[in-house]
């Protein structure tokens, strides 16, 4: 897919959210991207997870055991990901705020593991997912992405290759912009 089609599938459902949101980083931006509503479809993931298959070069996509995700962001994608490289899908949970496999999921000594994240900021969440496969005794080689929101700046460790990557400007809470204060803050993903 070229970066015009990828855009085309997210403008064509509604995926890009204009306002003041506070994003899970911490960080507030005037733009959102509500990746729930590009995966709702599951031609259109399916479509996508296979586009952002062929991003992984040949040499790290031999070497995938299976395929983890965070949830919630990463859950849909992560599972369509593991249909397009014939893999397992498994997911990371918080429940008590640190990532940890759940619900009997279990790596095997020294798995080959590709994250898979919808969307990423500051890559702080994706280190964490990686840590927690580290202990749970898997080995990331590698991270893809839907979307880098990062401008190429986000640094997981391992190598790392977004479908796209969309650059809208995100600011820690004393840089605000004025005209963004004066925009009610949504939190995606909360209830209206």
Do not use: W
Not at 2 to 11: A, S, Y
Not at 15 to 30: N, T, Y
Not at 114 to 133: F, K, N, W
Not at 171 to 190: C, N, Q, R
């Amino acid at each position: 897919m070229t970066d015009e089609e990828i855009i085309g599938e997210l403008r064509g459902c509604d995926a890009l959210l204009e306002g003041h949101f506070l994003l899970s980083s911490g960080r507030h931006s005037a733009h959102y991207l509500q990746c729930a509503r590009v995966l709702m479809n599951p031609d259109r993931a399916g479509r996508m997870a296979f586009a952002l298959s062929q991003k992984i070069p040949r040499e790290i996509r031999s070497q995938i055991d299976v395929v983890v995700s965070p949830a919630m962001g990463g859950l849909i994608i992560g599972h369509e990901m593991g249909r397009a490289l014939g893999k397992n899908a498994m997911f990371l949970e918080r429940p008590e705020g640190t990532f940890e496999l759940r619900r009997g999921f279990a790596l095997e000594k020294d798995a080959k593991v590709l994250m898979v994240e919808d969307v990423v900021t500051t890559g702080i969440s994706s280190r964490e997912a990686i840590e927690a496969v580290a202990r749970e005794g898997g080995e990331v080689i590698a991270e893809v992405a839907l979307v880098d929101r990062s401008s190429g700046e986000a640094d997981m460790g391992v190598p790392f290759f977004p479908l796209i990557q969309l650059s809208f400007p995100t600011y820690a809470e004393e840089d605000v912009p004025a005209e963004l204060k004066a925009v009610p803050i949504t939190k995606p993903g909360s209830r209206k």
